[in-house]
């Protein structure tokens, strides 16, 4: 090897390595296919994590069903009016906006391709569930449902975070 192309060799050798550094974090680790057991009030629900900008830009687009049981919940650090859309999403969904301790506040329905966005009309939510069309309401979850706040806290540490960072005490 000549001495000119040394240093591009030990360059690339450095960002090789610290690639695979960043790809070996507990977080990147989990598979985004895992599915996490939650509870709204009584109602069994297995739920995949959006918890990284990436997953939640992406949710449940590009997906042909979703299991008549499970949903996706979206934590933020901090409350806020969130605003979601249904972009290359082929599945009728209703979303569901929860507060910081987790009590249901409203339930909007989402309909497939559509990109124009739904917003909850409070600014106080922190955790949003996508969930098949209708499936609030075959459970009889109305705002004032709650969140089974440890399992959700067990899922995100099962993820490797820590649930503080999403306002749950540990």
């Known amino acids: 090897m000549t001495s000119r192309l040394f240093p591009i060799f030990l360059l690339s050798i450095s960002l090789i390595t610290a690639c ?7 977080a990147e680790a989990m598979p985004g296919d895992t599915w996490f057991p939650l509870k709204i009030n009584n109602a ?3 739920v995949q994590l959006a918890l990284t900008p990436a997953e939640q830009q992406r949710g449940l687009m590009y997906r042909d069903s979703l299991d008549p049981e499970g949903g996706m919940i979206f934590a933020y650090r901090d409350p806020q009016r ?19 301790s987790g009590t249901l506040l409203e339930i909007h ?3 497939p391709f559509d990109t124009k966005r739904i917003s909850s009309r409070t ?3 922190l ?5 098949n ?11 004032g449902a709650k969140i089974d706040m440890s399992l959700l806290a067990k899922a995100i540490k099962a993820r490797g975070m820590d ?3 999403y306002r749950i005490p540990d």
């Open 20 to 26: 695979n550094k960043e790809a070996s974090s507990p």
């Open 133 to 143: 069309r209708g499936w609030y309401a075959s459970k009889g979850l109305y705002p």
């Open 123 to 125: 600014r106080a939510a």
């Open 109 to 111: 329905q989402l309909v």
């Open 127 to 131: 955790y949003a569930i996508e969930t």
């Open 82 to 100: 969130m605003s979601f859309w249904m972009a290359n999403t082929r599945i009728p969904l209703d979303i569901g906006f929860f507060d910081e």
């Open 163 to 165: 649930p503080e960072r």
């Open 44 to 46: 069994d629900i297995s």
